[in-house]
């Protein structure tokens, strides 16, 4: 949902974060959210862009900065106008 990803791009970008939009080929709850609530997706980047697999590993610093952005985004729609979504 476009209004869920500029909500989550803008909390980044006000926490100092780096933002960049990424398509996901790979199946995630969110297509299936999306079906019956608007939904997006927060990534977090792994060391050497490893990932889905048992060598992928995730700095601290960055899985703070995910939940951070997912708290704050979750905050953020708790006061959107339910008729506009």
Do not use: W, Y
């Not at 995910?66 to 704050?72: D, F, P, S, T």
């Amino acid at each position: 949902d476009d209004e869920v990803i500029n909500i989550v791009e803008s909390i980044a970008k006000q926490q100092g974060n780096t933002v960049q939009r990424m398509p996901s080929g790979a199946g995630h709850d969110a297509q299936m959210l999306a079906r019956i609530c608007p939904s997006g997706m927060i990534f977090v980047p792994s060391v050497k862009g490893i990932s889905h697999n048992p060598s992928e590993f995730t700095e601290s610093v960055d899985l703070e900065a995910g939940a951070n952005i997912l708290l704050h985004t979750m905050l953020s729609l708790t006061t959107l106008d339910k008729s506009t979504t």
